[in-house]
């Protein structure tokens, strides 16, 4: 049985980053197993997406961000982001710690999906941004945290992507619930709950709560 998770909205990712960290070949890489070595920079590019979470099909919009729209209109869209740095640029990483900033301001304080991506960790010889870094940045903002290279291999960009669309799934969905009524009965939470977390065998996350396992 296939129906979409988060009602009829798409899960929407908004990817963010300096000019050059490798945000539209993060994108591509995950979206077509590919890297292509050069993108237009001028304009913000929309990609549908669907996959499969729990044997639901899960619609997902990905917006791969120009540097020079405005920040806070992709903020607003988005349900999830995906923080893109160079390892090779400290001024990138920088701009990370700063996109991090604006997004817990901008959404208030509260724990969103959010994944910090270190990029062309192939370049390692060129490597001005430390592993520890974004380790710590992601603990202090309290997201995940991946190096990858976008131009060497589609799986480490892959797992990155599943775990953030894993982790935003339930909130998108509680916000497409409809609102609850004053009189919700314990049967209706529990059933809500269900459907939140899903009723099938679920492998145990970090926090030790039940969460679905996800396959794409
Ligand atoms: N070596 C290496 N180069 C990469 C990697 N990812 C991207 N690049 C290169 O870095 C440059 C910028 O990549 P883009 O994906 O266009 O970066 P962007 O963040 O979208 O840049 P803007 O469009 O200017 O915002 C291109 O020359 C890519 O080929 C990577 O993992 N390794």
């Known amino acids: 049985m296939t129906n ?13 980053g300096s000019s050059q ?3 539209s070949a993060v994108t ?13 920079s001028s304009k913000d590019f929309f990609y549908h997406h669907s996959l499969t979470v729990d044997d639901v099909k899960t619609d997902v919009e990905i917006m791969d961000t120009s540097s020079c729209k405005c920040i806070y209109d992709h903020i607003a869209w988005a349900d999830a982001f995906v923080v893109v740095y160079s390892i ?14 604006t997004i817990a301001m ?16 192939d370049l390692e010889h060129n490597r001005e941004v430390a592993v520890d870094d974004g380790q710590e940045l992601s603990l ?17 960009v892959s797992l990155a992507f599943q775990s953030l669309i894993r982790e935003a799934k339930p ?13 919700t009965s314990p049967a209706m939470i529990g059933k809500m709950i269900g459907i ?15 969460r679905p396992s996800l396959s794409i």
């Open 21 to 23: 960290s490798g945000k």
């Open 106 to 121: 901008y959404k208030g304080a509260r724990r969103l999906p959010i994944i910090l991506l270190g990029n062309k960790r």
């Open 140 to 156: 202090l903002w309290q997201c995940q945290f991946y190096e990858v290279s976008a131009a060497e291999s589609y799986i480490g």
């Open 196 to 210: 939140v977390f899903g009723k099938t065998g679920s492998k145990s996350s970090r926090n030790g709560k039940k």
């Open 4 to 16: 979409n998770l988060t009602g009829n909205r798409a899960l929407r990712i908004a990817i963010l």
């Open 88 to 101: 090779c640029d400290k001024d990138s990483f920088h701009e990370a710690r700063q996109l991090l900033q």
């Open 171 to 183: 909130s998108a969905l509680l916000k497409t619930l409809p609102p609850m009524r004053r009189k």
């Open 28 to 40: 591509v890489r995950y979206l077509t197993k590919r890297f292509i070595g050069e993108y237009s």
